[in-house]
């Protein structure tokens, strides 16, 4: 499994930034902080701890205690996109980047999407600091598998965000992220 992850790194041309010891990760963990205008640091305990209480109190109502969304939220129905989604490993939170999911929060609709389409999606730019939202961030990232947080860390410039301890420990892909890989792989 880890060898088809680095063939596809490989092929990815990143393979380099990910390393194959946990000093490497770390490293390339570190760096890429730097670069990443919006970087929610799911590492970062303390940041974790605010974002917990902020989501509790701003989040939960909609997204629910537990990040298990709203009810029937995958339906796609009349009412697709009213319901909240869920923001642990059942929803799709971890498909985006950080970048992306800050200003989603911040904003309440994602960078590409028409000015005219409706989200409803609260915006909480007047209600939450930045780094108040990327703490939220951080604590709903903390919650994930380590699979999970690896796979959405390589959505961030530099694989910032990838998990520290992602080198040293055994660790699967989601099955939609595999799809993808083993997609890629057979393309050779």
């Known amino acids: 499994m880890r060898y088809k992850l680095k063939r596809w790194l490989i092929g990815l041309g990143i393979a380099g930034a990910v390393g194959a010891s946990a000093a490497g990760v770390g490293l390339a963990r570190h ?32 997204h629910g205690r537990y990040l298990q969304g709203q009810p029937l939220w995958q339906l796609n129905d009349q009412f697709a996109g009213r319901r909240a ?22 904003f309440g609709r994602f960078e590409p999407a028409a000015a005219d389409r409706a989200s409803f999606m609260p915006a909480f730019k007047d209600v939450l600091s930045d780094a108040d939202l990327l703490a939220v961030i ?23 965000g990838m998990p ?10 989601p099955p939609t992220c595999m799809a993808n890989v083993v997609r890629q792989d057979s393309s050779r």
């Open 138 to 160: 951080a604590f709903i990232k903390r919650r994930w598998p380590l699979g999970l947080r690896a796979s959405q860390a390589m959505l961030n410039p530099g694989l910032a």
């Open 31 to 62: 760096v890429a902080f730097a670069h990443v205008p919006h970087l929610a640091d799911a590492d970062d305990q303390a940041a974790v701890a605010i974002g917990k209480q902020l989501y509790r109190q701003h989040c939960a109502s909609c």
């Open 164 to 173: 520290a301890d992602a080198a040293g420990i055994a660790w699967k892909l």
């Open 85 to 106: 989604p869920a923001h642990d490993e059942t929803g799709h939170t971890w498909q985006h980047s950080d970048e992306a999911l800050f200003l989603m929060t911040k």
